[in-house]
């Protein structure tokens, strides 16, 4: 696969990429995630990435999450409760889902093939370069 843009020129482009698939695809996602050049870390239950997204220290890049996932939460419910929380962190979700309106989230009809999941990191890295940044603690 050939990533489609070359995010290394994107200055302000650092953290992690979360990505949150079922098990079976969890791996392959990861490895197109990572062949952009960023770092990623994965999960197959939306509330554990939840968790590990809404800690005050962590730098996350993007969420790459698929629709249907196992446990309570599912890639929608994860992704609209996040985008709201983090305007500036941008979301790629694979698969259309209805009702996903906000401007940080881009959702990938079926079928899609990892490359698509590229294009679409890649462009929403370009698009929203921000990110979720550490959260400053109160100095008083």
Not at 67 to 85: E, F, I, M, Q, Y
Not at 102 to 129: F, G, H, R
């Amino acid at each position: 696969m050939t990533s489609p843009m070359d995010i290394s020129d994107i200055p302000d482009i650092r953290g992690i990429a979360v990505v949150v698939f079922e098990s079976s695809m969890l791996q392959r996602v990861l490895v197109a995630v990572r062949t952009l050049g960023l770092e990623a870390e994965g999960f197959d239950d939306a509330s554990e990435a939840m968790a590990y997204i809404a800690h005050p220290q962590t730098t996350i890049s993007i969420v790459v999450a698929g629709a249907h996932l196992p446990g309570v939460l599912n890639g929608p419910d994860l992704t609209t409760t996040l985008s709201r929380a983090y305007p500036t962190l941008p979301f790629v979700i694979a698969d259309h889902y209805e009702g996903l309106v906000e401007s940080n989230v881009m959702c990938l009809d079926n079928p899609w093939t990892l490359n698509d999941i590229e294009e679409k990191v890649a462009s929403m890295l370009v698009k929203l370069p921000v990110g979720k940044q550490p959260t400053l603690e109160s100095t008083v």
